[in-house]
């Protein structure tokens, strides 16, 4: 979040009463609801033909710029598709459409740590991270799925984060995960394998 601070001299008067200052922040509230509001039906995932049956949204946001209030962060804490059904053998990919903060896709116990990924969580060709599940009481977690965020006024861009994760699901059963970070938040979701 960015915003400017003005140093006035204890004599002078601030150009503006409270009042102004309060319909300013209510419209920037109003703004932020409304961009937040649409959220949900913005997340698009996939090949460049579409959303693929096994892909999740793993969290949607925008970043906001208000005038005279810097730049906000609104943010859907929430799995798109939150339950899928898929067939063994089937991978399933989580890719994060949030410009500024931090998921983690987590099946089984919670890492303390959650920004790391488990042992069993290997890196791909393409920048993606992969792991493979054989039963619902597996541990896996993806680690931080990190944008790149660029709220950073006058500072060089931050390389791309891991953005996507994938996990290949070699028995049947109801597989259960949440994100470490936002699961009290109701950040949860459901791989049902037939």
């Not at 859907?76 to 989580?94: A, H, K």
């Not at 896996?140 to 953005?163: C, I, K, M, W, Y």
Request: glycine residues 10%; aromatic residues 6%.
């Amino acid at each position: 979040m960015t915003g400017v601070v003005h140093v006035l001299n204890p004599s002078e008067a601030l150009p503006h009463d409270q009042n102004f200052y309060d319909r300013q922040a209510e419209s920037g509230l109003i703004l932020l609801l409304t961009k937040a509001s649409r959220l949900k039906g913005t997340g698009t995932l996939g090949d460049k033909g579409g959303v693929r049956s096994s892909d999740v949204a793993v969290g949607i946001g925008e970043n906001v710029t208000i005038t005279g209030a810097g730049s906000q962060a609104v943010s859907l804490m929430r799995f798109v598709r939150d339950t899928i059904d898929v067939r063994v053998g089937d991978t399933v990919e989580w890719a994060s459409l949030e410009p500024s903060i931090n998921h983690t896709v987590t099946f089984g116990t919670e890492p303390a740590d959650p920004r790391p990924p488990s042992t069993n969580v290997l890196p791909t060709s393409d920048g993606a991270r992969q792991a493979v599940i054989g039963s619902p009481a597996d541990s896996v977690n993806s680690g931080f799925l990190t944008p790149a965020p660029q709220d950073r006024a006058g500072l060089a861009e931050s390389p791309p984060g891991v953005t996507r994760f994938r996990v290949t699901f070699t028995s049947p059963g109801t597989f259960n995960y949440i994100c470490a970070i936002h699961d009290q938040l109701g950040m949860k979701g459901t791989v049902i394998v037939h």
